[in-house]
């Protein structure tokens, strides 16, 4: 039996239909994904699911038991409220009671009567409401997102926010969770841990992303949503791209026998009274009603149409990074990175959110000194830089000012043309030509800084996150144009399948300042990765052995090493033996069903004792790692 039902549905704002009579339904466990381009009314399908908008006509049908929740788009800003609060608010009105009552127990003061009934007040709501086990329902969703409880949300950084957001959906143990672009700002690490967490969700699932690994991984059907109309397509993104295209192809024959029937019928009526002679009424009552339906004809959009000016070739040494560390105060943001930017290198950077990749662009580009080591600049250099804060954007000025300052003409690649004309290339329609650019969605935005990014001459573009909130096609078309481009390339992404598309090679950040480079896209990183890994196994492998069958060879004294740093690396197999141990002691108390019933501080002692280890152990195995390596 499906969880809910969409039947006939349609909704219109103003003359422009979003949603024409759909019909669509989602059976429990099902993975199904939204895709379609931006302001085609995905997120307005969401509202109708969840009953935030009413259609104009058609039928929702849900179960009143049925729960539904919502990851929306956007996080919300400046608001006082703590982690809990905001967890907790996906409760509803319960929620936000348990939450009261939680600042009115930390607030309250001696001898202060008035907190002391507003306290009384509220436990009282919530012995009524029998509510006393939201804490631990609570708590228990922070926990699995591994979220800090009491940090202000507007503390917390874009990708930690989504997480906060995720927790509000699932604490009501949702049926249905709707998700709209859920890996915005996040990391890769977080994606990753954001696709495991949703392939064991034993509720059905209606996601938004542009991601297309993401995408790959967790779909098990797409539907579309193009020009009002909703077509499902079983099966995986390669299958739903080669039904689209037979689609689009069908369709296109389709009206151009249309529009020939309708021409010829234009010819036969303008031939004079023979047409309106009354055996011929039925081909004239034809005619008109072809015309109202050629009228009424909604036009596959266009695609935009990107091109970027190269110019005049840099030198052939981009920038030159010579054991560069940088520090902001006591914290080592990047660690004796020497490396040598080639023009023509199409170079991604990766790394965790807060790692230091905008900073590392901005020591490439010289706006920032290295606080030691040199940074040498290439000659005849034009870059144009894409922030991902799209600060280049002023909010206020309309879409068309942002372009051209008041004038009507703008200068792309050494010619005039008129800025609605290169507009309409990113696909903005007329009427968005003059509405001020802070009503714009997140996709627009980012087309429009890309618009006003292209009109530059450059023979280096320096990307940061250019991705977010791009619709498929327009991100596809992003990726031909970055590979035909003949500069040299900067691209900070999360987008796993953008950077295997379009780099040559990879800057990672590895933690407390390492960054290594490694030739190919995000998945030649990971199986160069794995590949060291697999020798360091081995190596720990042949090392446990001699240890056991040979001690004398693993005690004989190495060219490299000191008397001191042979015994270490001996030592240290077995003191990362005793910590995973430890550590899985301490993760089988964690997965018994009771331990987020007892006392809060044992609960946070034994989680701070898991992190503790955790960080011990990955120093450790790094030591370890290093020992071996001078060893040879």
């Not at 009501?172 to 990753?192: K, V, Y």
């Not at 739903?240 to 024959?253: D, F, G, S, T, V």
């Not at 004398?552 to 000191?562: E, G, N, Y």
Request: hydrophobic fraction near 35%.
């Amino acid at each position: 039996m499906p969880l809910l039902t969409l039947n006939k549905v349609s909704l219109a704002y103003g003359h422009h239909p979003l949603l024409a009579k759909v019909d669509f339904n989602i059976e429990p466990g099902e993975r199904v994904c939204l895709v379609g381009r931006n302001g085609t009314g995905k997120s307005t399908l969401f509202r109708v699911i969840t009953g935030a908008a009413l259609p104009d006509e058609g039928e929702v049908w849900r179960p009143d038991t049925l729960r539904v929740s919502y990851l929306e788009q956007q996080v919300p800003h400046n608001t006082p409220d703590t982690v809990f609060d905001v967890v907790a608010g996906g409760l509803g009105e319960l929620g936000k009671v348990f939450s009261d009552y939680q600042h009115a127990l930390h607030d309250i003061g001696e001898h202060d009567q008035s907190a002391m009934d507003r306290l009384a007040d509220l436990q009282h709501q919530i012995d009524v409401a029998q509510g006393w086990n939201i804490q631990q329902k609570v708590e228990t969703v922070i926990s699995r997102l591994d979220l800090p409880a009491q940090r202000k949300l507007d503390d917390c950084s874009g990708g930690m926010r989504r997480r906060v957001m995720l927790a509000r959906a699932l604490v009501s143990d949702p049926d249905l969770l709707l998700l709209d672009e859920p890996t915005n700002h996040m990391d890769i690490t977080a994606i990753q841990w954001l696709e495991e967490f949703l392939l064991n969700y034993k509720g059905a699932l209606i996601f938004i992303t542009h991601d297309r690994t993401f995408l790959k991984h967790l779909a098990t059907r797409l539907i579309e949503l193009d020009r009002g109309v909703l077509s499902s397509f079983p099966g995986d993104y390669e299958t739903y791209q080669l039904r689209k295209a037979e689609m689009i192809n069908a369709e296109e024959k389709a009206n151009a026998r249309f529009d020939k029937q309708l021409a010829d019928n234009e010819v036969w009526i303008r031939q004079g009274v023979k047409a309106r002679r009354t055996r011929n009424e039925g081909r004239v009552t034809q005619l008109i009603n072809m015309r109202r339906e050629r009228s009424d004809r909604i036009s596959v959009q266009g695609k935009a149409s990107m091109q970027i000016d190269s110019g005049e070739a840099s030198g052939r040494l981009v920038a030159d990074l010579r054991h560069v560390t940088f520090n902001y105060g006591d914290t080592c943001i990047i660690r004796d990175l020497s490396t040598r930017i080639m023009r023509g290198d199409r170079i991604g950077i990766i790394g965790p959110n807060g790692s230091g990749k905008s900073t590392l662009l901005k020591l490439i580009l010289g706006e920032l000194q290295p606080s030691s080591g040199q940074v040498v600049i290439g000659t005849r250099l034009e870059t144009a830089y894409f922030d991902q804060h799209r600060e280049l954007l002023d909010l206020e000025k309309t879409v068309r000012n942002n372009m051209s300052n008041n004038s009507d003409f703008i200068e792309v690649k050494g010619k005039s043309r008129h800025v609605i004309s290169y507009l309409r290339d990113f696909l903005f329609p007329a009427e968005r030509m003059n509405a001020p650019v802070k009503i714009l969605s997140g996709g627009e935005r980012n087309r429009l800084l890309l618009a006003k990014l292209f009109t530059k001459t450059a023979n280096m573009l320096v990307l940061d996150e250019p991705t977010n909130d791009l619709d498929v096609e327009t991100l596809e078309l992003l990726e031909e144009l970055l590979c035909e481009y003949d500069g040299t390339l900067l691209l900070v992404s999360h987008d796993r399948a953008f950077l295997d598309n379009v780099v040559t090679s990879t800057l990672v950040f590895e933690g407390d300042g390492v960054v290594k480079e490694y030739v190919g896209g995000y998945e030649d990183w990971l199986r160069q990765r794995k590949s060291m890994d697999d020798q360091y196994k081995l190596l720990a492998s042949a090392t446990e052995k001699s240890r056991v069958v040979s001690p004398v060879i693993v005690a004989a004294p190495k060219q490299r090493l000191s008397y001191k740093e042979q015994r270490e690396v001996e030592a240290l197999p077995k003191q990362i033996e005793a910590l995973e141990q430890q550590k899985q002691q301490i993760e089988q108390q964690i997965g018994v069903a009771d331990f987020y019933q007892q006392d809060k501080e044992k609960i946070t002692a034994t989680l701070t004792q898991l992190d503790g280890l955790e960080k011990e152990l990955k120093a450790a195995y790094g030591r370890w790692e290093y020992l071996e390596a001078m060893r040879g």
